[in-house]
């Protein structure tokens, strides 16, 4: 990986920055290439992941409202990487819009409940 350099960290290959947050880490502090490294990483294995895995363990019952929340979550995951990678809007909204997406996955998961399966 390239260090950036150490007088000009907040200079990146993704300037200029046009997502209206940037409020979690020193941005290309690791990488010229990457402007938010940890947030990148934890976005791809702690919701990509997850939500990979709940895919396909997490809903034996094949339930369609279950695909898209976990789907929706994969999203989340892989939007927020883009998002932390490159401080870009329209990588913000990849990022935000899936997370109203699980929202209503969610509520009609709640709202389904007591239905039958299948």
Known sequence: MLKANTEDATSGYWEPHTSSIDFCETNYLHSNYIAEVHNVWSS????????????????????????????????????????????HWVYQS????PMLYMVICF????????????
Do not use: Q, V, W
Request: negative net charge; charged residues 15%.
């Open 107 to 118: 509520c009609y998961c709640i709202y389904e409940c007591e239905s039958p399966k299948g």
């Open 44 to 87: 791809i294995i702690g919701l990509s992941a997850m939500g990979l895995l709940g895919l396909f363990k997490g809903n034996p019952t094949n339930e369609t409202r279950y695909t898209m929340f976990y789907l929706s979550l994969i999203l989340i995951g892989i939007g927020s990487a883009c998002l932390h990678g490159t401080m």
């Open 94 to 97: 990849a990022d935000e819009l």
